[in-house]
T-cell receptor, first 113, second 118 residues
Framework: DAGITQSPRYKITETGRQVTLMCHQT?????MFWYRQDLGHGLRLIYY???????DKGEVPDGYVVSRSKTENFPLTLESATRSQTSVYFC????????????FGQGTRLTVV | AQKITQTQPGMFVQEKEAVTLDCTYD???????LFWYKQPSSGEMIFLIY??????QNATEGRYSLNFQKARKSANLVISASQLGDSAMYFC???????????????FGKGITLSVRP
């Protein structure tokens, strides 16, 4: 399917476990982003990537790891999940340059118990 | 420091009336872009409108227009003739360094909830 897809859509995990959220886009967009959405905080940037093998921290990177070995994939790993990481996670992608609106995945609702 | 500020916690508007959603931003970069997104209760993020810092005219997209006041660093979204389907959360976002090719992150505000009354 064309577009940007996230998996899984819903995930429940236990404190201390490692969990990976997947993000795949078919547009060959150079930029990809990970956000978390929490009530009262809007969307906060966790990590972003300008191209394969180029990643950079956003506003709230602690406890998260990303990689981007291929342009189309941008997985987000929680190395040791904590309850404070319970959130809705959005992946997005965009082209570089002007008028660079981002296109979002459907979101992953993660619950850490 | 907060880059994007959306201070209206919740807005109400009567169907068919116009409504303005406020957004102020903070940047020292001359080349930036401002975006508005809509998030209905179903959760998806929908792009609405874009304004570039060098654009001469305010952006318009159908019933959406952007009141861009560069000197005041504000980029308010105007929705004309509100519809019930406009009830949603609205986010303002900014992207800096649009023309330099540098790493360009997209930063969002906290959002504004709009409720349209029949």
């Amino acid at each position: 399917d064309a577009g940007i897809t996230q998996s899984p859509r819903y995930k429940i995990t236990e404190t201390g476990r490692q969990v990976t959220l997947m993000c795949h886009q078919t547009w060959s967009h150079s930029y990809m982003f990970w956000y978390r959405q929490d009530l009262g905080h809007g969307l906060r940037l966790i990590y972003y990537s300008a191209a394969a093998d180029i990643t950079d921290k956003g506003e709230v990177p602690d406890g998260y790891v990303v990689s981007r070995s291929k342009t189309e994939n941008f997985p987000l790993t929680l190395e040791s999940a904590t309850r404070s990481q319970t959130s809705v996670y959005f992946c997005a992608s965009s082209q570089a340059g002007r008028r660079t609106e981002a296109f979002f995945g459907q979101g992953t609702r993660l619950t850490v118990v | 420091a907060q880059k994007i500020t959306q201070t209206q916690p919740g807005m109400f508007v009567q169907e068919k009336e116009a409504v303005t959603l406020d957004c102020t931003y903070d940047t020292s970069d001359p080349s930036y872009g401002l975006f508005w997104y809509k998030q209905p209760s179903s959760g998806e993020m929908i792009f609405l409108i874009y304004q570039g810092s060098y654009d001469q005219q305010n952006a318009t997209e159908g019933r959406y227009s952007l009141n861009f006041q560069k000197a005041r660093k504000s980029a308010n979204l105007v929705i004309s003739a509100s519809q019930l389907g406009d009830s949603a959360m609205y986010f303002c976002a900014m992207r800096e360094q649009l023309y330099t090719g540098a790493n360009s992150k997209l930063t969002f505000g906290k959002g504004i909830t709009l409720s349209v009354r029949p």
